[in-house]
C-alpha cells in the first residue's frame, strides 16, 4: 500500500545534501524563488509529526500484543483441572527447590562461622596458656629473686 509521502526519502536526502553545502552556496539557491524549496519546510515537519503518531501507535500495539500473550498463555495453562495442577506441581517443586537452596547457603554460612569462632577460641586458648606459664615463671621467680634477696640481706647483717 503506497502512502502520500511516498517521495520523502528523496526530499531528505536532497535536504541533508543542501545542509552540506557552503553557506555562499545556500544564500544563492534561497534567493531565487523557488516552489519546491517553499514547500520543503512543511514536509520536514510533518515528516515528524507522523513518525511521532506512528512510534505510539506501534508502541500501543506492541503492548497489546504482549498482553493477548501473557492472557493466552494463562488461559491455556489452566484451562482444564489437569493443566493447573501440573502448573501448581512445577510451582511447587519451584519453591521447594529455592527453599533448599536457601537452607544450604545457611548451613555453608553457618558452618564457616563456626569453623572462623574454634579458630579463633583455638588461638585465644593458646595465648591465654602462654600468658599463665610465663605469669607462673615470674611468680616462681620472683619468689626465688625474694628468697635470695632476703638471705643476702640476713647474710650482712
Given at each position: 500500500m503506497p502512502t502520500a509521502n511516498a517521495t520523502a526519502p528523496k526530499a531528505r536526502k536532497a535536504r541533508a545534501k543542501a545542509a552540506r553545502k557552503p553557506a555562499a552556496a545556500k544564500a544563492s539557491t534561497t534567493?531565487?524563488?523557488n516552489a519546491a524549496a517553499a514547500t520543503q519546510s512543511t514536509p520536514a515537519f510533518g515528516d515528524y509529526a507522523e513518525r511521532a503518531v506512528l512510534i505510539q501507535v506501534g508502541a500501543a500495539l506492541l503492548a497489546r500484543d504482549r498482553m493477548v500473550s501473557t492472557v493466552g498463555d494463562t488461559i491455556s495453562n489452566y484451562s482444564s483441572s489437569?493443566?493447573?495442577?501440573?502448573?501448581?506441581?512445577?510451582?511447587?517443586?519451584?519453591g521447594a527447590t529455592a527453599r533448599?537452596?536457601?537452607?544450604?547457603?545457611v548451613r555453608k554460612a553457618r558452618v564457616r562461622l563456626e569453623r572462623e569462632l574454634r579458630q579463633r577460641r583455638s588461638v585465644i586458648e593458646?595465648?591465654?596458656?602462654h600468658l599463665?606459664?610465663?605469669r607462673e615463671a615470674i611468680a616462681?621467680?620472683?619468689?626465688?629473686?625474694?628468697n635470695k634477696v632476703q638471705e643476702r640481706i640476713l647474710s650482712l647483717v
Amino acid at each position: 500500500m503506497p502512502t502520500a509521502n511516498a517521495t520523502a526519502p528523496k526530499a531528505r536526502k536532497a535536504r541533508a545534501k543542501a545542509a552540506r553545502k557552503p553557506a555562499a552556496a545556500k544564500a544563492s539557491t534561497t534567493s531565487r524563488p523557488n516552489a519546491a524549496a517553499a514547500t520543503q519546510s512543511t514536509p520536514a515537519f510533518g515528516d515528524y509529526a507522523e513518525r511521532a503518531v506512528l512510534i505510539q501507535v506501534g508502541a500501543a500495539l506492541l503492548a497489546r500484543d504482549r498482553m493477548v500473550s501473557t492472557v493466552g498463555d494463562t488461559i491455556s495453562n489452566y484451562s482444564s483441572s489437569s493443566r493447573a495442577q501440573a502448573q501448581l506441581r512445577r510451582f511447587e517443586r519451584r519453591g521447594a527447590t529455592a527453599r533448599n537452596r536457601l537452607e544450604r547457603e545457611v548451613r555453608k554460612a553457618r558452618v564457616r562461622l563456626e569453623r572462623e569462632l574454634r579458630q579463633r577460641r583455638s588461638v585465644i586458648e593458646t595465648r591465654v596458656s602462654h600468658l599463665d606459664d610465663r605469669r607462673e615463671a615470674i611468680a616462681k621467680n620472683g619468689t626465688e629473686l625474694a628468697n635470695k634477696v632476703q638471705e643476702r640481706i640476713l647474710s650482712l647483717v
